[in-house]
C-alpha cells in the first residue's frame, strides 16, 4: 500500500518538473516570425542583410504569400546558409482573402480580358466586374437585372425568379436545381451571386486604370482616299484614357474618366481651362414607404430601352445586336464613364418600382458634334475619332465639336403582370439651340460632288441622306429650342415555359402632334426564342422604314446608316473628317428582312451553329442574303478543330441598284490547350469576293487612261499563328504572327482589326499581361505590319493648283508609299 502510494508520489513530481521544465524553455525560447504577415521591423530582427530583407518584402507583394518555406530559394540573394537559418527563426501562416478578392482572384482569367475593353462593351465589363467583387444575394436578384448579364436567357431569369417564390435558395444546388434554368444560364449566373447578405454590405473599395496607345478605337472614315495616309498620321498627341471608380459595395458609386483619341487636342469645358471629362454619383436601393428607388444618377450616365428602337445612348454600333447571348444592350440607367462621348448623357436620372409598375425618367443637358451650316443651323450630328473642330484640312469654316445644345428629356414605363411577361412605353424628345436642316451641298458636299449626289448608280443609297429628319420647331419646354425631335413606343415581353417572344414598335413624331401620326415613319423589331439544354433557335424581324431618323436607335441591323452613300466617298465631300457621317454612325441602315440563328450540340464532341439573314435596304430596294455555318469538333477536351463558312451577296437583279457582289469566305482554326492554360492556335482564311467590273480601279500603264477590262474580283487569303504562354502564375505572353493578302479581320488579344490590302503582308504582335501584385496590373502590346512593294504604281498627277506646287511640274514618277505600320498599347490596372 505505502508502495504504491510512493510511487504514485515519485511520477507525480517526475511528469510536474517536466512539465515546468518545458514551460520554462518555451518562454525562453523567441517566437517565431512569420514570413506572411511580419512588418518590416520584424523582418529586420533576423539575420538577414538590407537587401535581403527588401527581397523578401519585393517577393511578398509583387509575387504573393509564400507558401512554403522553400520559396525562399526563389529569392536571389537568399544563400543556402541564409536559408537554413530562416527555416528555424521563421513559420508560414496561410493567408486568406476576404470574399471580394477571393473571387476576383478565381476568376482572374474573365477579369483579365474585361477590363482592357474600351468599347462597346465597357458599361457591360463594369457591371460585370462590381457583380463579381460585390456579389447579390441570388434571393433578392431582380429579373432586369438578371437580363443584363451575358449568356443568360430571359428564360432562365424567370426560372430564378420562380425559384425565389417558393422559398429561400440556401446553395448552388438549389439553384441548380430550379425548373427552366439551363446549365449555360446557370453557369454564367453562378460568378455574380451569393446565397446570403454580405456581412459588410458597405465594403469600400475601387479600381484605376490607364490606358495609352497610338492607334485610333475607329476606322478612318475611308480606307481608299488620298486623305487615308494624313489621318493615319495623326499620331499625336496619343490616345489616352483615365477611369477612376469608388465604390461603397452595392449601395454608391463614383466614377470619372478622362479621355482623349489620338491626334486630337485637348477640348475643354466652354471658355474655361479645364478639360473635358466625365463624372458621376450613383446611389442604389432606396426604399421610400411602397416605393423602392433602385437607382439615382446625377452626372454622365447612359440609358437604353427594350430592343433599341426608341432609346439606346452609346456611341458605337453592333451588328446583328440580337439582345441574346453576347450580343446584348445593357438595358435600364447606367452611369457613363466610358468611351461614350456623342451620345452619352448628362443630367439627372432616375428608376423606381412601386408594386408592378417600373419607370425611368431622365433628363440631360450636353453639348453635341454637328455639322454647322453657314445660316448658323446645323445638317446633322457627327461622331468623330479624333475630334477635329474645324476638319482634317481645316475646311470647315464653322466648328464642329461641340456646336450644338441638346436638351433631352425621356421615360420608360413597364407593368409586368407575371415574372418575364410586361408592356412598356418609351418617349424621349431632343431639343437643339440651332434649327435641323440638311443642307448637303451647300456644308456637306465640295463642289465635284455636286453632280453626283442622288445621281450615282454606285451611290444608290443617297436617298437615305434626302429622308434625313429636318426641324425648326419650338417648344414649351425651353425657350431656347429651334429644333424638336420626339421619338415614342411600345415594347413587349413574355415567356413561356422555354420560350420567349419579345419586340418594339416606334414612331418618329414629325408633326409633333401624337393625335396626327399617318405620316410618321415607323420602326419595329419582334423576336421568338426556344431554349433546350443542347439547341437554341432565334427568329428576328426588322423593318424600319427610310425616314426613321433616330440618332439614339441601335436596334438589330447588319449595317449602319448612310452604307452605300456619298458620305462614303470622301473624295466628293468639303472635308475628309466628314466621312466620320458614315463610318462612325452608330444608327441601324434602314433595313426590312428576317434573320434566324441556332446553337446545336449534337454530342459531346460535335458542335454547329448557324445564322441567316436575308433584308431589303430601303433606300434603293437593293436585296441582300447573308449565311453563316460554324462548326466545332472536339475529340477531346484539349484538342479543338472549327471550321466557319460565310456566303453573302447583294442581288444582282435588282434595277434600282444594279451594283452587286458576292463573298465567299472559309476560316479553319485548329487549337491545342496545354497544361497551365498554355494554348497554340492556327488559322486559315481564303475568301472572294466577286463585284460588278469596275474598271476605274484598272489602270491602263500604257495610256494612264482607265482600263477597258475592269476589275471585277478581289481575292484573299491568310495563314497564322497565334501562342499564349502563361510563364507563371503572374506573367503571360501572347503573340501571333500572319501573312496575309486581300480582306481580313481578326481578333488579337483584346482588339478587333480590320485588313485589307492588295499585296502579299506580314502582321505580327506581341502582348506581355504582369500581375506586379494581386491588386496592379499590366498590359503592353505592340503590333506590326510589313508590306511587300507595291508594283502596279506607274506614276501620279500633281495638282498644280496646291500652294508651293511649281506649275511645270505635274508629273509625279516617285509615288509614296509605306511598307510598315506598327502601332503599340499600355494599359495599367490598380484595384483596392
Given at each position: ?645 460565310k456566303w453573302q451577296h447583294r442581288d444582282k437583279t435588282n434595277t434600282l441598284s444594279p451594283v452587286f457582289y458576292q463573298a465567299n469566305e472559309t476560316r479553319l482554326e485548329a487549337i491545342v490547350r496545354m497544361s497551365k492554360f498554355n494554348q497554340i492556335r492556327v488559322l486559315y482564311s481564303l475568301g472572294y469576293t466577286e463585284f460588278t467590273p469596275r474598271s476605274r480601279l484598272v489602270t491602263n500603264a500604257e495610256t494612264g487612261e482607265d482600263s477597258y477590262v475592269g476589275n471585277a474580283g478581289s481575292p484573299s487569303n491568310a495563314l497564322g499563328m497565334t501562342v499564349t ?108
Amino acid at each position: 500500500m505505502i508502495n504504491k502510494r510512493l510511487i504514485h508520489q515519485i511520477i507525480y513530481i517526475v511528469i510536474s518538473v517536466l512539465l515546468l521544465n518545458t514551460l520554462y524553455l518555451q518562454a525562453n525560447v523567441p517566437e517565431k516570425i512569420d514570413l506572411n504577415t511580419a512588418s518590416q521591423e520584424e523582418i529586420a530582427n533576423l539575420p538577414l542583410t538590407e537587401k535581403q530583407i527588401e527581397d523578401i518584402l519585393d517577393y511578398r507583394t509583387y509575387i504573393g504569400p509564400f507558401k512554403s518555406i522553400y520559396d525562399l530559394r526563389k529569392i536571389d540573394s537568399i544563400d543556402y546558409d541564409t536559408f537554413l537559418k530562416l527555416k528555424q527563426l521563421t513559420s508560414l501562416s496561410p493567408l486568406f482573402l476576404d470574399e471580394s478578392h477571393q473571387r476576383v482572384e478565381d476568376n482572374y482569367y474573365k477579369v483579365e480580358q474585361w477590363i482592357s475593353d474600351d468599347g462597346a462593351s465597357e458599361n457591360f465589363v463594369n457591371t460585370w466586374i462590381d457583380m463579381l467583387s460585390n456579389p447579390v444575394n441570388v434571393n433578392t436578384i431582380g429579373f432586369y437585372d438578371m437580363l443584363n448579364l451575358a449568356g443568360l436567357s430571359p428564360i432562365d431569369a424567370v426560372a430564378v425568379v420562380n425559384r425565389q417564390q417558393m422559398g429561400e435558395i440556401k446553395n448552388r444546388n438549389d439553384l441548380r436545381n430550379s425548373e427552366g434554368l439551363s446549365y449555360y444560364g446557370f453557369s454564367n449566373l453562378e460568378d455574380f451571386i451569393r446565397y446570403d447578405d454580405s456581412e459588410n454590405p458597405n465594403a469600400f473599395g475601387g479600381s484605376f486604370s490607364s490606358v495609352v496607345k497610338n492607334i485610333t478605337l475607329s476606322q478612318t472614315p475611308s480606307d481608299d482616299a488620298s486623305s487615308y495616309t494624313d489621318f493615319i498620321r495623326l499620331d499625336y498627341p496619343l490616345d489616352v484614357y483615365y477611369k477612376l471608380r469608388l465604390h461603397w459595395g452595392t449601395k454608391y458609386r463614383l466614377e470619372t474618366s478622362y479621355l482623349r483619341n489620338m491626334g486630337e487636342e485637348t477640348i475643354y469645358f466652354g471658355n474655361s481651362h479645364i478639360p473635358e471629362f466625365k463624372a458621376f454619383f450613383e446611389a442604389n436601393s432606396i426604399h421610400l414607404g411602397g416605393l423602392k428607388l433602385n437607382k439615382i444618377i446625377v452626372g454622365d450616365y447612359i440609358a437604353s430601352f427594350g430592343q433599341g428602337v426608341v432609346f439606346e445612348a452609346t456611341d458605337f454600333f453592333m451588328p446583328r445586336k440580337t439582345g441574346f447571348a453576347w450580343q446584348k444592350r445593357l438595358n435600364g440607367l447606367s452611369g457613363n464613364a466610358s468611351r461614350t462621348t456623342q451620345y452619352g448623357l448628362r443630367g439627372l436620372a432616375a428608376e423606381a418600382r412601386l408594386g408592378n409598375f417600373f419607370g425611368t425618367g431622365f433628363v440631360s443637358y450636353d453639348a453635341k458634334d454637328a455639322v454647322v451650316n453657314s445660316d448658323s443651323s446645323f445638317s446633322a450630328l457627327i461622331t468623330m475619332y479624333p475630334r477635329l473642330k474645324h476638319g482634317l484640312y481645316d475646311n470647315i469654316e464653322m466648328p464642329i465639336t461641340n456646336s450644338v445644345k441638346e436638351l433631352l428629356i425621356g421615360g420608360n414605363l413597364k407593368y409586368s403582370f407575371i415574372p418575364g411577361t410586361h408592356v412598356g412605353f418609351t418617349m424621349y424628345q431632343s431639343m437643339y439651340d440651332r434649327p435641323l436642316d440638311l443642307q448637303v451641298t451647300e456644308t456637306i458636299l465640295d463642289p465635284t460632288g455636286y453632280s453626283k449626289y442622288l445621281t450615282q448608280i454606285g451611290n444608290s443609297a443617297d436617298s437615305e441622306i434626302a429622308a434625313s429628319y429636318t426641324s425648326s420647331a419650338t417648344s414649351s419646354l425651353w425657350s431656347k429650342a429651334q429644333a424638336v425631335r420626339r421619338v415614342y413606343g411600345l415594347e413587349f415581353m413574355t415567356v413561356i415555359k422555354n420560350m420567349t417572344f419579345q419586340g418594339e414598335y416606334a414612331e418618329l413624331d414629325k408633326n409633333l402632334s401624337l393625335t396626327d401620326r399617318k405620316n410618321d415613319p415607323r420602326a419595329m423589331v419582334f423576336s421568338g426564342y426556344i431554349q433546350f439544354d443542347n439547341f437554341n433557335f432565334l427568329l428576328l424581324y426588322r423593318n424600319y422604314e427610310l425616314g426613321f431618323d433616330n440618332p439614339y436607335q441601335r436596334s438589330f441591323s447588319n449595317y449602319h446608316r448612310y452604307k452605300g452613300t456619298i458620305y462614303e466617298d470622301v473624295f466628293y465631300l468639303k472635308d475628309p473628317v466628314l466621312g466620320y457621317l458614315y463610318s462612325a454612325s452608330a444608327q441601324p441602315q434602314a433595313e426590312k428582312g428576317f434573320y434566324y440563328s441556332f446553337r446545336y450540340q449534337i454530342h459531346r464532341t460535335l458542335l454547329l451553329s448557324a445564322e441567316h439573314d436575308i433584308w431589303n435596304r430601303q433606300s434603293d430596294n437593293a436585296k441582300y442574303n447573308r449565311a453563316v455555318l460554324k462548326l466545332e469538333y472536339r475529340p477531346v477536351f484539349k484538342y479543338r478543330f472549327r471550321i466557319r463558312q460565310k456566303w453573302q451577296h447583294r442581288d444582282k437583279t435588282n434595277t434600282l441598284s444594279p451594283v452587286f457582289y458576292q463573298a465567299n469566305e472559309t476560316r479553319l482554326e485548329a487549337i491545342v490547350r496545354m497544361s497551365k492554360f498554355n494554348q497554340i492556335r492556327v488559322l486559315y482564311s481564303l475568301g472572294y469576293t466577286e463585284f460588278t467590273p469596275r474598271s476605274r480601279l484598272v489602270t491602263n500603264a500604257e495610256t494612264g487612261e482607265d482600263s477597258y477590262v475592269g476589275n471585277a474580283g478581289s481575292p484573299s487569303n491568310a495563314l497564322g499563328m497565334t501562342v499564349t504562354h502563361n510563364v507563371n502564375e503572374r506573367i503571360k505572353l501572347m503573340g501571333s504572327i500572319l501573312t496575309y493578302e486581300g480582306f481580313l479581320w481578326n481578333f488579337e488579344d483584346t482588339d478587333f482589326r480590320i485588313f485589307n490590302t492588295s499585296t502579299r503582308a506580314l502582321h505580327g504582335w506581341l502582348a506581355v499581361f504582369t500581375r506586379l501584385s494581386s491588386d496592379f496590373s499590366i498590359r503592353m502590346k505592340y503590333s506590326f505590319d510589313i508590306h511587300e512593294p507595291m508594283t502596279n504604281i506607274v506614276g501620279g498627277l500633281v495638282d498644280i493648283g496646291n500652294a508651293g506646287i511649281d506649275g511645270t511640274e505635274t508629273s509625279l514618277d516617285n509615288v509614296y508609299y509605306e511598307p510598315f505600320y506598327s502601332d503599340f498599347r499600355i494599359q495599367l490596372d490598380y484595384r483596392f
